[in-house]
């Protein structure tokens, strides 16, 4: 198959050969122009920029490292009073305990009243034994046999000073032992 009709048929050697027009090199005649100077305005303006870009840019960093430090000691503000806020509704539950209402009563010298005796409204009769409580409590939230609350006893109270040093035997002044000397290199474990 080809791309040309059948009836024409092109002799590749009929054409004539595509020459380029020749170009003649000539000497450049004419002075090279003067070289401009560079403006001293200019160079001074991007100096001066690339130090105002420094300057920003530490100035940033200090900032941010600043408020790193903020952003962590109002961490640690926010750690206390978590702490604290823990420790204050561990009070609050502590003494709104029953055992705590118990002694609280007990010391005004409140009792556990006896069987309940009800007033009727529409005549005004009392129902029930009708006898005040005795002075004889039966609830005894300070007894011997009563477990202890953890939450009513206060934590013990820390000393500012350790009576007794860490270390009854260093004396002060006196510089501790220097090291055993390594005379065979260094202790290794025999493993067999």
């Not at 609280?104 to 005549?123: F, K, N, Q, T, W």
């Not at 009392?126 to 011997?144: E, F, K």
């Not at 109270?157 to 002044?173: I, K, L």
């Amino acid at each position: 198959m080809s791309l040309q009709p059948a009836g024409i048929q092109s002799d590749p050697h009929s054409a004539p050969p595509f020459t380029a027009p020749s170009r003649r090199l000539q000497p450049v005649t004419a002075a090279p122009a003067a070289r401009r100077r560079p403006k001293i305005a200019y160079a001074a303006l991007a100096v001066g920029g690339a130090i105002a870009i420094g300057i920003a840019q530490m100035t940033l960093s200090l900032a941010s490292t600043q408020d790193a430090f903020v952003l962590a000691q109002l961490n640690s503000q926010q750690q206390e009073l978590t702490l604290q806020k823990h420790a204050l509704s561990d009070e609050i539950v502590g003494l709104s305990s029953p055992q705590a209402l118990a002694s609280r009563a007990d010391a005004m010298g409140l009792v556990v009243a006896g069987a309940a005796s009800y007033l009727r409204i529409s005549d005004g009769k009392v129902l029930g034994s009708g006898d005040g409580a005795d002075w004889m409590s039966t609830v005894h939230p300070n007894g011997a046999n009563v477990v202890g609350n953890s939450l009513l006893t206060p934590p013990p109270v820390a000393d500012a000073e350790p009576t007794t040093p860490a270390d009854s035997t260093a004396q002060p002044g006196a510089t501790p032992p220097p090291p055993p000397t390594v005379t065979d290199g260094l202790p290794s474990p025999t493993t067999r």
